[in-house]
C-alpha cells in the first residue's frame, strides 16, 4: 500500500486476477463497490474525539458496553440459596420436632439461613445503589431485586420453621 506522496514498491503489484470464460474484462465489483455481508459487525458512532498531536489524524472513542453487576449476581446467588437452606430448616425443623430434636436443628438451620439471608440483602442494596449511581453502564437491577426478596423469603421461612418446631415440640 502507499500513501500520500509515495511511490509504489516495484515488487507489489495491485491487479485483478483474470476474467473466467465468457465474462467481459471489468465485470468483477470493485472493492469500493462491496456491501458488506450480514455478519460484518455494527460499530456504534463514537462518543468523543481527540485529536492526535502533529498527525492531523483524530482518535475516535467508542462508548463502553454496559456490565452486569457482580453485586447483583451475588445478591442472586445467597438469596436462593437462604430460600433453600430455609426449605432444608422446614423439614428438620417439622420432621424432627416430634423426636425432640427439630427445634434445635431447625434454629442451627436459621443461623445459616439469616447470615445468607441478611448477605443477600446487603449485597442487594448495594447493588441497587450501584445501578442507580451509573445508568447504563451498570445492569442487574433485577438480579439485586430478586435476591433481596428471596434473601428476605428465606429469614422469614426459617424463623417460621422454628417457631413451628417449637410449638409442636413444647407446645
Known sequence: MTGPGQQPSPHHHHRQPPPPAGRAHGAYPSRAT???????????????????????????????????????????????????????????????????????????????TVLLGGGAMGLGAFALRQVRRAPGAVRGRGLALTGVVAGGLGVVLALCAVGGAALIQFG
Open 34 to 112: 462491496h456491501h458488506p455481508g450480514p455478519h460484518t459487525p455494527h460499530w456504534p458512532a463514537p462518543v468523543r474525539f481527540l485529536p492526535v498531536p502533529d498527525t492531523g489524524y483524530v482518535l475516535g472513542y467508542l462508548p463502553a458496553p454496559s456490565a452486569v453487576s457482580g453485586l447483583a449476581v451475588g445478591a442472586l446467588v445467597a438469596g436462593v440459596g437462604a430460600t433453600l437452606v430455609s426449605a432444608l430448616a422446614v423439614l428438620f425443623g417439622i420432621g424432627g420436632a416430634s423426636a425432640g430434636w427439630g427445634t434445635l436443628v431447625a434454629g442451627a438451620v436459621a443461623i445459616l
